[in-house]
Every structure is written in structure tokens, then in C-alpha cells.
């Protein structure tokens, strides 16, 4: 898994992740997704997943931990993208009825809430 980050000029930010998203890549990565967490507390942060071929349970796990967190912070926590394996993994799951999840990235932020969700 590589993850990509990129913040807004009102410090929101996305966290673009290509490839595997589980249980190693997980560990890989903990430390960025506390990063996150600490960093865009009380902001939108974006995770987009359309390049992401296989989640785990570790994958969802790494999700709401970073969403419990910003939630608790005043911030909001988006999924962008998912597709087949992940999306389906995720719907099962019912995370998409805890953590917004939309199918096409947003071009502005602040538009996230008029787009659909794929939870509708």
C-alpha cells in the first residue's frame, strides 16, 4: 500500500491509498493514520479508496479508528471511491451506515455534503 497525502488551504485533508489495504500495510502505516488523526482533528479528511484492490479487516479497523478520533475532535471522516471487493466488504459490514462513504471524489470540500451517497 502507498498512501498520498494532500491538505487543503483550510486544512482538510486527503489521504489518497493505492494497493492492499490490510493487516501489514496497516502496521506500515499506523503512525501516518495517527498523523492524521492529530492533524485534521476538527477538519474533513478525505480517504480515497479507488485505487485500493483488497481490504482487510485491519483496513476497516485502521477506518474507524481515524473516524472515531475525528469524530470525537469535531471533524468529519469521508470514504471516497471504494470499489468492488473493498466497497462490498464494506457495505456487508454496514460501515457505510457509520462513516459517509461517496463514490466519486469531491471537487471542492466544502460540496461533500450534496453529493450522493452510495449509503442512500
Known sequence: MNMQLTTSDQGDVTASINGAFDAKSCAQHKNQFENICHQAASKLVIVNLTHVDFLDASGIG?????????????GRLIIVGAQQQPRDLLVMLRVNH????????????NSVDTLPSIAA
Open 62 to 74: 485502521a477506518l474507524v479508528f481515524m473516524f472515531k478520533r475525528i469524530n470525537a475532535a469535531g
Open 98 to 109: 457509520i462513516i459517509t462513504m461517496l463514490d466519486t471524489l469531491p471537487s471542492k470540500p
